[in-house]
């Protein structure tokens, strides 16, 4: 396993501005590895988007690696920039504040702030990963991709029923994530766990693009009552991230 991933770093290397294309005999013999096994490592790469073949056969760099290099930079400012944020947000509503990404068709977390509340969200138990659909968070990660993106990461992933409110219809989905692109915001209304709700809202890098989203977890009946407000902090709160990190409408 060790020499794979060795020889991988070895090929990943050779790509350069000066040299943005390779052959499999060509990095075979600059390497010393046999033909066959670096065909077999460079088909590989290829199918998991590291590399990319171009129609005489050759190599180039796949944008597998674009996002990679996006998502590096993203979580490493993003959760710096995010997290005095995310404590006012938390602070000044005594409840559980969240920071997210899609990563691999998954909701990533980033951060997450404790409410101070006597009931509050206790949301550990849930894991750094959760499926799209049922969150606040990823309704806004999603309705930031293309249709045709939507449809792979459901393909992949399914729209499993994690309670009785849990969006599990694709067509039922395409509505949810056109509202959400046309009001700016999303709701988990006990969508991913009983008496759980969640609002969320994206936020941008200085591209305009969605990096990421934020949310605000709140016990199911607490909720009802102030999520007007809740919205607006969150989407204050997502707004300021964004301008830290350069977004300007």
């Not at 849930?126 to 449809?151: D, Y």
């Not at 990096?211 to 997502?238: D, H, K, M």
Request: glycine share 6%; hydrophobic share 40%; net charge negative.
């Amino acid at each position: 396993m060790l020499g794979t991933i060795k020889k991988t770093g070895e090929i990943l290397q050779l790509f350069d501005r000066d040299s943005p294309e390779w052959g499999v005999s060509e990095v075979a013999d600059l390497l010393g590895y046999a033909k066959s096994s670096t065909h077999d490592l460079m088909s590989s790469l290829a199918e998991i988007g590291l590399l990319q073949q171009t129609d005489k056969g050759r190599y180039r760099l796949g944008w597998k690696l674009v996002d990679l290099g996006q998502a590096l930079v993203a979580t490493t400012e993003l959760r710096a920039v995010a997290r005095p944020v995310l404590e006012e947000l938390a602070a000044g509503y005594r409840e559980s504040t969240q920071l997210a990404l899609m990563d691999a068709g998954m909701v990533l977390y980033l951060d997450r702030i404790s409410g101070t509340q006597p009931i509050r969200v206790v949301m550990t138990d849930m894991g750094p990963r959760v499926h799209p659909h049922c969150t606040a968070l990823g309704k806004i990660l999603l309705s930031a991709q293309p249709w045709s993106q939507i449809e792979e990461i459901v393909t992949r992933n399914e729209l499993i029923r994690m309670t009785e409110n849990s969006i599990t219809d694709l067509e039922q989905l395409k509505i949810e994530v056109a509202r959400v692109r046309e009001e700016g915001f999303a709701y988990d209304q006990e969508e991913m766990m009983t008496d759980l709700c969640c609002v969320a809202a994206p936020v941008r890098d200085y591209t305009s693009r969605v990096v990421a989203a934020i949310s605000v977890s709140v016990p199911a009946y607490r909720f009802q009552r102030s999520r007007n407000e809740l919205r607006r902090a969150t989407l204050e709160a997502a707004g300021q991230i964004s301008r830290r990190l350069g977004y300007y409408r």
